[in-house]
Nanobody, 117 residues
Framework: QVQLVESGGGLVQAGGSLRLSCAAS????????MGWFRQGPGKERELVAA???????YYADSVKGRFTISRDNAKNTVFLQMNSLKPEDTAVYYC???????????WGQGTQVTVSS
């Protein structure tokens, strides 16, 4: 049974930081691209960051220079460091395995991030 469990969300003031973690279990994902999606109120789900098995990274333009994705294959965990947070970053953030377009092979349950102005 594959499980992705996110943690680290919460309420933060604009300009603050949060670090999201996603712990995977049930199998190893070292050979897969891992990603973080988000879905804000009234918005479509979007891919904000991804990291390949070779540690190449992708970032949406809206988070470049502020968010950093990383992975620890030994712990089967992926992280999203979010700095200089803005109110428009408010969303439910989802960890995903093998993101493709708006979909993915496996999903976590999501963690709420709320940025107050």
């Amino acid at each position: 049974q594959v499980q992705l469990v996110e943690s680290g969300g919460g309420l933060v003031q604009a300009g603050g930081s949060l670090r999201l973690s996603c712990a995977a279990s049930g199998r190893t994902f070292r050979s897969y691209t891992m990603g973080w999606f988000r879905q804000g109120p009234g918005k479509e789900r979007e891919l904000v960051a991804a990291i390949t098995s070779g540690f190449s990274t992708y970032y949406a333009d809206s988070v470049k220079g502020r968010f950093t994705i990383s992975r620890d294959n030994a712990k089967n965990t992926v992280f999203l460091q979010m700095n200089s947070l803005k109110p428009e970053d408010t969303a439910v953030y989802y960890c995903a395995v093998d993101p493709s377009g708006a979909g993915a092979r496996y999903w976590g349950q999501g963690t709420q991030v709320t940025v107050s102005s």
